[in-house]
């Protein structure tokens, strides 16, 4: 087990090193300082606080609604968890789009508020001008291609993106742009793993991957998908590496059972 005090801290240079070296670059979700704290300590080198938050941790079925004074919260939640991952908070929906004075007060607002390294944003040569006004703040950016989950009423589907040579081209392009403006690193979500490839192999920025196959510089998932505490989503990329939520269940039941019948607390359990 791994256990990261040794570890040295995890900085955006840190991770154009570890592509250099063909390191693969490991990235999970976490939206509070008990689960941050846990994947900090394990050896994870990036957090993502991620707008998936508005699904797992509020229920929507969207990410569209979770909103910016959110997202700091969790941000700073995560912060105050970790010592040596690099923390990326993504710009919610509303927060950076069609509008790049909005996105660099947004940005601001998150690198002052939460303590966070970085943030990530959707979207590719639609929102160059925001990127390019975040990144003169010196504010690393984390771009995202593919399926972008904030633009779903557009796509109206959460199917494999960039399957067409026309998306295929764009999104070559758009990665291509992303990288020259100086974002430090780029998601790739559900897109056909050989594109993927190709987009790692031409760029210098590390490629993390979420159902793009293995060819990427890296991978990241949603904590509570591979933990299965969420077990309502089973796309063909997710890998379940517990059964979390049967566990949860099994505890409670038998936390109810134990009050119930009069077994908690024991005569050792009181004062
Ligand atoms: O919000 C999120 O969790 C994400 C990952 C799926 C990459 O953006």
């Keep these: 087990m791994n256990d990261s005090r040794e570890l040295p801290r995890i900085t955006t240079y840190v991770l154009k090193d570890m592509k250099m070296r063909g390191e693969k670059i490991s990235m999970l979700t976490a939206y509070d300082y008990s689960f941050a704290n846990i994947l900090d300590k394990a050896g994870i080198d990036i957090i993502l606080v991620g ?12 990410t569209l609604p979770i909103t910016l004074d959110q997202m700091i919260y969790h941000g700073a ?3 105050r968890g970790v010592k040596r ?11 950076y789009q069609g509008n790049s ?25 639609e929102v160059l001008e925001a990127i390019d006004r975040i990144l003169s703040a010196g504010i690393p950016v984390m771009g995202h291609l593919g399926l972008t989950p904030q633009s779903i009423n557009k796509f109206g589907t959460y199917t494999v993106r ?34 993927a490839k190709e987009v790692a192999e031409s760029s210098r920025i590390p490629i993390i991957g979420i159902g793009a196959g293995k060819w990427v510089d890296g991978q990241v998932l949603v904590l509570h998908d591979m933990l ?21 269940l099994k505890a409670v039941n038998q936390y109810i059972d134990d009050v119930k019948n009069k077994d908690f607390p024991n005569e050792h359990e009181q004062y």
């Design 51 to 62: 707008d998936s938050a508005a699904n797992v941790m509020a229920g929507y079925s969207t």
């Design 77 to 79: 939640s995560v912060v």
């Design 85 to 95: 991952s690099l923390v990326v908070v993504d710009m919610p929906f509303g927060s």
């Design 101 to 125: 004075k909005l996105a660099l007060e947004s940005a601001i607002r998150i690198m002052k508020e939460t303590g966070a390294q970085a943030v990530k944003l959707e979207g590719g040569r």
């Design 162 to 195: 960039a399957t067409h040579k026309e998306e295929a081209e764009k999104l070559r392009e758009d990665a291509m742009l992303l990288e020259r403006a100086g974002c430090f690193a780029i998601v790739l979500e559900k897109i056909p793993a050989l594109l």
């Design 228 to 248: 299965g505490i969420n077990q309502d989503f089973s796309p063909r990329f997710l890998r379940r590496y517990h059964n979390l939520k049967t566990e949860i």
